[in-house]
């Protein structure tokens, strides 16, 4: 019987976590402080501990992975590949689909690939408190897990909306012992100032964001953690694609195209980066493999934003990073339920963007649930409604190839199961999601907005 489920042993799990900075045909831009000149360290170093500020700036390839947080990895790495086959029956195509399913981890995405080694980071530093965002709260739970197994407190910002519409999110990331307010809330300067002028101010990832560094920012024992869109974090999700690599070598096939939702970046960079390297020797196949980022058209950051500085946060606390950006001040429509809300992305995936090292494609919210609904129906899991978007392309992918009749080899990135995102599918079965294409006047209206860099 034909091998459906590629799995590695726990001594397979990766030893160093790759950086595509070495690999850059040019060096990325540096990240700017107010006075429009490079961040010095010590500034970072009021919400980073060091150890995370040398990745954040390395040029090195490999980075270690300290056996500490490899021992945790242990609890669900390595994540297994497996051939969609019911999905390419369904589909009548000659593809054949794979998807790395990283729904497998305790709090069910790919986000504690790096929230663990944050946790480590910061417990070895000497730090006692975290604090953080989360909008859907993935970010939030994995967090809130990786904290636990460092002996940190945690103490979480989420968008309001969300936490009125997640409550078992909520509840998630305090059985694993950390504090969780709505935000905007009434902890911090910019809540405060915001809730006054608007006492139900829905919230944005943004202002999580703002409140969650202004915090840290006030107090030494406290640091901050970000989920993506850093060079860091895209460097410890690298462990993704290099276990995809490995498990492609014992599946004895190779993929032609890799799809992976788009946000801040980091499942992206996590699946992709590691081929960058082998695209830049042309890749293995003889042909190098496609690398798309797949992002909602209600938050088109990479096919109808610009690449510039501007800020990671509503209110302007962080640096400015050049980035592919919609404008820090974005806000996404209520009638968005499919995650990937960020105004930004990560500059490394601008940059190989930029570059034309990557492609990006933007599909609406109707077709990835209808995406999502036909996998889950095909292979059983019931996928997050970001991973969705990936499913979405890898579907099309498919459908073309049984248009040209060719078998390409098609790999997606499970990114997270939907467990705690039923409440989007009821309004999607209820036909109460729309399509919603962020109009051309409100990202022009909000780029107005972008600092001015001198
Ligand atoms: C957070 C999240 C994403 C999007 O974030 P990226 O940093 O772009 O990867 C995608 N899928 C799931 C399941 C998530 O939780």
Redesign the pocket.
């Known amino acids: 019987m034909e091998s459906l489920r590629f799995t590695l042993e726990h001594s397979e799990i990766p030893t160093h976590w790759y950086n595509v900075v070495a690999d850059l045909p040019n060096p990325p831009l540096p990240p700017l402080g107010p006075d429009c000149k490079p961040v010095s360290p010590e500034q970072m170093g009021m919400i980073f501990p060091m150890a995370i500020l040398e990745q954040e700036m390395s040029t090195a390839r490999w980075i270690q992975i300290p056996d500490a947080v490899r021992e945790v990895y242990r609890l669900w790495r390595p994540s297994p590949l497996i051939r969609a086959r019911r999905l390419e029956e369904v589909l009548g195509t000659p593809a054949r689909i794979y998807y790395k399913h990283?729904?497998v981890s305790p709090a069910?995405?790919?986000?504690p690939n790096t929230a663990v080694p944050q946790a480590y980071y910061n417990q070895q530093a000497g730090i006692k408190r975290i604090t953080t965002e989360t909008?859907?709260g993935?970010?939030g739970c994995?967090m809130a897990f990786a904290g636990q197994m460092f002996g940190l407190e945690v103490r979480v910002y989420m968008v309001s909306i969300s936490y009125q519409q997640k409550p078992f999110r909520r509840s998630m990331m305090q059985t694993w012992g950390a504090e969780v307010f709505a935000s905007p809330s009434k902890m911090t300067q910019t809540g405060r100032d915001l809730l006054e002028k608007d006492p139900d101010n829905p919230g944005s990832l943004g202002i999580a964001i703002s409140e969650a560094v202004e915090e840290a920012a006030s107090r030494a024992d406290t640091s901050y953690t970000l989920?993506?869109?850093l060079n860091h974090?895209a460097l410890h999700?690298t462990i993704i694609g290099q276990e995809a690599k490995r498990q492609f070598e014992k599946a004895g096939d190779w993929p032609d195209v890799i799809f992976?939702?788009?946000?801040?970046?980091?499942?992206?960079?996590?699946v992709a980066f590691p081929f960058v390297a082998d695209n830049a020797a042309g890749g293995r196949n003889g042909k190098p493999t496609r690398l798309v980022a797949v992002e909602p058209s209600s938050c088109p950051t990479l096919t109808k934003g610009v690449y510039a500085y501007d800020f990671g946060d509503a209110s302007g606390f962080t640096p400015l990073m050049k980035m592919y950006t919609l404008g820090h001040d974005f806000m996404p429509p209520g009638i968005h339920a499919g995650?990937?809300r960020?105004h930004g992305?990560?500059p490394l995936v601008s940059q190989l963007y930029h570059e034309g090292l990557i492609e990006a494609v933007a599909v609406s919210q109707l077709a990835t649930f209808e995406a999502g609904v036909i996998f889950a129906r095909a292979e059983g899991i019931i996928?997050?409604p970001?991973?969705n978007?990936a499913i979405r392309a890898a579907i099309d992918e498919a459908l073309r190839c049984k248009q040209s009749g060719e078998a390409k080899v098609i790999f997606f990135?499970l990114?997270?199961?939907g467990h705690f995102d039923m409440a989007a599918y009821d309004r999607y079965f209820a036909g109460e999601l729309e399509d919603f294409e962020y109009p051309a006047a409100a990202i022009h209206a909000s780029l107005e907005h972008l600092p001015t860099v001198a």
């Open positions: 990283e729904g069910g995405s790919h986000k909008g859907a993935q970010w994995s989920g993506s869109v974090v999700q992976a939702p788009c946000g801040g970046g980091s499942s992206f960079a996590g995650g990937l960020y992305d990560s996928p997050a970001e991973s978007h990135n990114t997270g199961h």
